[in-house]
């Protein structure tokens, strides 16, 4: 009998020391009704709470575990390298080896600067931005998340494109102001924007395949005009492909949709679940930052031996396998095809997108090509669909607008258990009106 007794009673005793009883809003599964099952510990693509429940994970550290958790060769590494140190705070020969890897699967990466976190990716790659151009303004889009840092948090104001307002306490309106939102995947708009204001401009930042409003992927021509408008204006383009990236195609989303961005923002597979990330790009750009040039950014963990160790010996695992990624989106197809079939038969109207191994479903009779076709969706449908899956044993994202990730550890038994328990999930959600 499924139950969350221990995992309820961690969350009491969590919540009494941090907010929320977590260290990342999402984990606390607001409006779930149910507490979030506090794990022990995973391998390949299960996972086990504290309360005995084992779960096929399709979050997978929200994008990082692409072998599966507890890979062998990567915790080998780890252990290997923990040995002689956890961190230096001081230049290591890996951290040569990873930037050069790294280069092989993203050519457009010409110089990298290794960080922590996403976040720090974001931030660091916007302000060479503003450094490289002199500027001051950027421009996103409505429902990409960049992380936390204070120019990013801003949503949409009243009109189609406009500089935008905090979407978070304690992110003045002057830091807002020098943000301007746009629609995902609006075209017209965008071009507007640009020929307008496209001169003010320092970057344009976007998730080429966006993660964070679901899995939105971009209309034809919406990744190309970016690229037209922003080389026309000398505009930086910023590629986030901090979810995206090793998943929707070797070479990424820039590889698999054919555009060359001038910077580019990694993270989660990077760092092979361990904290990393790296924003890099072109050379005349990534010489701005100190201490070749002006830009200042540091870290005393950038590039610590033990996530350098784990980023490098996934993305040698990767090469090393045979049609790995053709093998991948295979599964991942597989998969959506029984969850299509499994709505189908209920009569449950769904949107399914797929970009690589990530993917998602709306639960909406419309297209999702952006963050309000997204929130269109039904809230009441997505809560049923999750709380079937996870109490049949499918470790799902707790929210409508998180993406989700295939691992190569996914057996053919994990994807046929999955899409068994999509067919009961589907029947419970056929009887909300």
């Given amino acids: 009998m499924f139950n969350l007794k221990e995992s309820q009673k961690a969350f009491d005793e969590a919540k ?8 990342s809003p999402v984990r606390s599964y607001p409006h779930m009704n149910c507490p979030p099952p506090f794990i022990a510990s995973a391998k390949g693509a299960h996972i086990i709470d504290i309360d005995g429940n084992e779960y096929v994970d399709y979050i997978g550290s929200w994008g990082p575990m692409i072998l599966g958790h507890a890979h062998p060769k990567v915790i080998g590494a780890i252990q290997k390298a923990a040995e002689k140190s956890t961190s230096y705070g001081a230049p290591t020969c890996i951290e040569t080896e990873l930037a050069k890897l790294v280069t092989e699967f993203y050519p457009t990466i010409e110089k990298i600067r290794l960080v922590s976190s996403g976040t720090e990716a974001t931030m660091s790659a916007l302000r060479a931005a503003r450094g490289y151009t002199g500027r001051d303004k950027i421009l996103k889009f409505n429902g990409c998340y960049h992380g936390h840092g204070d120019s990013l948090l801003v949503k949409a104001g009243s009109g189609a494109a406009t500089f935008g307002s905090p979407d978070s306490a304690g992110v003045t309106k002057g830091t807002a102001q020098d943000t301007v939102v746009v629609p995902y995947n609006d075209i017209e708009t965008f071009k507007q924007t640009m020929n307008d204001i496209g001169d003010t401009i320092a970057a344009v930042i976007v998730e080429p395949v966006a993660g964070n409003m679901g899995c939105v992927l971009p209309k034809d021509g919406f990744l190309e005009t970016l690229r037209e408008e922003t080389k026309k204006h000398g505009t930086v383009l910023i590629f986030d492909e901090v979810m995206c990236g090793f998943r929707t195609s070797r070479y ?3 590889g698999k949709y054919h555009i060359k961005p001038d910077l580019t923002c990694l993270g989660k597979i990077i760092g092979g679940g361990l904290p990393a ?28 031996p033990l996530a350098v160790t784990a980023g490098l010996m996934t993305l040698k ?8 990624y053709e093998k991948l989106e295979e599964k991942t197809k597989k998969l959506l095809t029984g969850w ?10 769904v949107q399914i997108h797929q970009s690589g191994s990530m993917f998602g479903i709306f639960f909406n009779e419309n297209p999702v090509e952006n963050y309000d076709d997204s929130a269109a969706s039904s809230w009441e449908q997505f809560k049923t669909w999750f709380l079937s899956m996870l109490e049949q044993g499918i470790y799902l994202a707790p929210s409508p607008f998180e993406t989700l990730f295939m691992a190569y550890a996914h057996s053919e ?3 046929e258990r999955t899409i068994q328990a999509a067919e009961k999930a589907m029947k419970k959600v056929a009887e909300i009106k």
């Avoid at 990330?277 to 610590?304: D, F, H, K």
């Avoid at 695992?317 to 790995?324: A, G, K, L, V, Y």
């Avoid at 299509?340 to 109207?349: E, I, S, Y």
Wanted: charged share 20%; glycine share 16%.
């Fill in 413 to 415: 038994e994990d994807i």
């Fill in 252 to 254: 990424g989303a820039q």
């Fill in 317 to 324: 695992e990767i090469q090393s396998i045979p049609d790995f």
């Fill in 277 to 304: 990330a790296a924003y890099g790009g072109r050379r005349e750009i990534m010489n701005c930052i100190a201490p070749e040039g002006s830009v200042y950014q540091a870290g005393t963990l950038s590039g610590n």
């Fill in 16 to 23: 009494k020391y941090m907010p929320g009883g977590v260290n």
């Fill in 340 to 349: 299509k079939n499994a709505a189908d038969k209920a009569g449950v109207p």
